[in-house]
């Protein structure tokens, strides 16, 4: 199972708009919607932000977002806060019966 | 609260064996899926393997089919990761993380453990 194809790097100004990309295939993101993400700052455990594509749990501010259309996901970052600047992970179901992840994305605030 | 401790991480050689436990407490264990992921310094999250909440039905990468064994007590509300024939890329901190109530590791993880390093070295 090949990892979800994420950019390495995202950059923005506190107050801007990101959005992070997270492109799979057929047999995962776009077959699923048991798409999820995951914050994680640097010598931390990773933390869940967005669950089944769009769900937020509870805690989680509403300035993040998720979305998919066919076989790309997206984590959108509105509001930006130099707290947001971390490492992104997508993750997805797959019909292996497996997970898979995506390389991982570095944000950084401006 | 609900946490997810995990323990026995350390330095192996090439070859030999480690097992993983994971601790759980705040939630009802044996309801829910657990799986275990890794990540390599520097690098991304790997998903290693799974257990249904019964124990009944495990799940792996292929990277660690054959060699590494998930398995669950539930009576002790503990996770273990038996790892067998380490190899060098098995290097990573190993986390344990809770995932929902079906039989498949399709939910995602919402309860993360802090880590343990496994180091595998000469």
């Known amino acids: 199972q090949s990892a979800l194809t994420q950019p390495a790097s995202v950059s923005g100004s506190p107050g801007q708009s990101i959005t992070i990309s997270c492109t799979g295939t057929s047999s995962d993101v776009g077959g699923y919607n048991y798409v999820s993400w995951y914050q994680q700052h640097p010598g931390k455990a990773p933390k869940l932000m967005i669950y089944d594509v769009s769900n937020r749990p509870s805690g989680v501010s509403n300035r993040f977002s998720g979305s998919k259309s066919g076989n790309t996901a997206s984590l959108t970052i509105s509001g930006l806060q130099a707290e947001d600047e971390a490492d992104y992970y997508c993750s997805s179901y797959t019909s292996s019966i497996s997970v898979v992840f995506g390389g991982g994305t570095k944000l950084t605030v401006l | 609260e609900v946490q997810l401790v995990e323990s026995g991480g350390g330095l192996v050689q090439p070859g030999g064996s480690l097992r993983l436990s994971c601790a759980a407490s705040?939630?009802?264990?044996?309801?829910?899926?657990m799986s275990w992921v890794r990540q390599a310094p520097g690098k991304g999250l790997e998903w290693v393997s799974a257990?249904?909440?019964?124990?009944?039905?495990?799940y792996y990468a292929d990277s660690v089919k054959g060699r590494f064994t998930i398995s669950r007590d539930n009576s002790k509300n503990t996770l273990y990761l038996q790892m067998n024939s380490l190899r060098a890329e098995d290097t990573a901190v190993y986390y344990c993380a809770k995932q929902g109530v079906g039989e498949l590791p399709e939910d995602a993880f919402d309860i993360w453990g802090q880590g343990t390093m496994v180091t595998v070295s000469s």
């Open positions: 257990i249904s909440g019964s124990g009944g039905s495990t």
């Open positions: 705040g939630f009802t264990f044996s309801s829910y899926a």
